[in-house]
């Protein structure tokens, strides 16, 4: 199923639709301020294991993000995070980071990393945030089970002709991005750039 929504004003039936997919654990794929992602309900672990077959990766090694509306649950799956680092989230969220951070108790085993960490990210995409501030929780996030992101990638309609079998909605959000999010490893002395791509490492600095 291919369900359209505008950036700016998303429509309320659609959305119910999708929330309501979530829930009932389904997989979707679905804009944010970088590339289109795919993702699914971080509490629906059959969803979670469905993922980690269609892109054949083992759920212990797997390297998933959480989506987030804002930094307001950030302390529900994140240990404590001091003032510093939290300044350097706010200054850089809403934007195209990844920020890794130690994972409190309430994320989901199966996605916890073997060295107990999180990867948070808040985009800079409306539609993603409506969809999690309407869920109530984060949404599990990766990337499509592509070698590389190209050109095609950016399209929902191509996504769809593409994928449209093997998750149950791609949400249409207009034209995506092929470069990733800029990945920073908080839970060391000092922030470690893991992966550089779209945000500016200015803000980190």
């Known amino acids: ?19 309501e997919c979530l829930r009932n654990g389904g997989v979707i794929i679905y ?6 992602g795919m993702g699914c309900d971080i509490f629906q672990p059959k969803a979670i294991e469905r993922i980690c077959r269609i892109k054949q990766i083992d759920p212990k090694k797997a390297h998933f993000s959480f989506i987030c509306s804002d930094l307001s649950h950030l302390s529900d799956y994140a240990k404590s995070v001091d003032t510093p680092v939290f300044r350097m989230l706010k200054k850089a969220l809403p934007g195209p980071y990844t920020f890794i951070l130690p994972a409190s108790r309430q994320v989901p085993k199966m996605l916890k990393t073997k060295r107990d960490t999180v990867g948070i990210r808040v985009p800079d995409n409306n539609i993603c945030r409506t969809i ?13 089970p592509v070698e590389h992101y190209v050109e095609e990638y950016t399209d929902p309609e191509i996504i769809h002709e593409k994928f449209g079998k093997i998750v149950d909605i791609v949400v249409d ?29 200015e803000l980190i600095g």
């Open 31 to 36: 804009p944010t301020d970088t590339v289109y």
């Open 132 to 144: 999690v501030q309407e869920l109530g929780n984060p949404v599990m996030s990766t990337s499509l």
């Open 173 to 201: 959000g207009g034209m995506g991005g092929i470069t990733f999010s800029t990945v920073i490893d908080l839970t060391g002395p000092e922030p470690e750039v893991i992966r550089e791509g779209a945000g500016s490492l």
């Open 1 to 19: 199923m291919l369900l359209q929504l505008h950036p700016e004003n998303p429509n309320a039936r659609h959305l119910k639709t999708i929330v």
